[in-house]
């Protein structure tokens, strides 16, 4: 009994020790439908700020996803709508959770004892086709575009698009260099194969796949092939291990926590513990593994990782250093 009550203890002092940080999550979607608030402490769906705190998440990147009924006509209003949701519940939240856009203020906010809140886009339909527009984006706080959602769009294609096998457009490419020169964070999940391999031939900065897993545990379009993998990793950017089931296991399976680390752990051997990390997807999907059925569950990914015997160092770079390293050399 002794031991045990040692061993969670050195557990949770881990993670408490650790920066939690997570790449991706569709709450914003949750917020301006209002099917809830951000502060209430409920089981709807997978994130809230009290859910937050008791799985000790630190630091979040929030993503504008455009649905399909505003593509592409009212993609860029539908993008304003969502990031003032964002500032409206974070202002009214303010002693709990604040808006960082570089380092310093990452840092700020957990210094304050605050989560940090980043603000990224799932979809470059936002710019429509305008570096203006990603310039403006910008300067309201955006640090992360997703270049694609699964259909095509003006920057490429997404991994719906497989027959046409096509490359970045010249504005994608432009995309490309005007967010290298702002200091954003390139992110490559669900763009199609032919796309991925420009972004790593024309980027200058690493690049990040915010919330994707590996093909080879889970043939998933979704999922990305070994030497995508090692392609991100020696641009040294990092992967965001995704949650939802159908990218972690086969269909007639049940996911559990030890299945996202699974992918963690295929990542970690395969190129390095340094390229990998958290991109959760809460509330972008309705499912989510045994084990991990909300924010507050993170605690057993910490668990799992001991477990399967990482070092107290190496867990806290899949948690969260990770993550830091890139935003910090990147983000401006």
Sequence with gaps: MIKNCEHIKLLQNIHDNAIIFDGHCDTVLELARKKRL?????????LDIPRMKEGGLNVQIFAVF?????KPKDSLKRTLQLIDCIYRYIENNKKEISIATNYKQIMKALSSDK???????????????DLGILRILYKLGVRLLTLTWN???????GIGE????????????????????LGMLVDVSHLSENCFWDVIDRS?????????NCFSLCPNLRNLKDNQIEAIAKKNGII??????????????VATVKDVVNHIEYIARNVGVDYVGLGSDFDGTVDLPLGLEGVN????ITEELARRGYSEQDIRKILGENWIRVFKKVVK
């Excluded at 455009?66 to 505003?70: A, G, K």
């Excluded at 095509?152 to 294609?157: F, L, P, V």
């Excluded at 965001?240 to 399976?253: A, M, Q, T």
């Design 151 to 157: 259909q095509r769009n003006q920057i490429g294609d």
């Design 38 to 46: 951000l502060p209430e402490g409920t089981n709807i769906g997978h």
């Design 115 to 129: 989560i940090a809140a980043i603000i990224s886009i799932e979809g470059g339909e936002a710019l429509e086709g």
């Design 297 to 300: 569950k993170i605690p057993n």
């Design 66 to 70: 455009i649905e399909e009924l505003y």
């Design 162 to 181: 497989q027959r046409t096998k096509s490359a970045l457009t010249e504005f994608g490419l432009q995309v490309i260099d005007e967010m290298n020169n």
């Design 204 to 212: 200058k900065d690493p690049i990040v796949a915010s919330h994707s």
């Design 240 to 253: 965001g291990v995704n949650y939802v089931p159908d990218f972690l296991i086969n269909k007639n399976e």
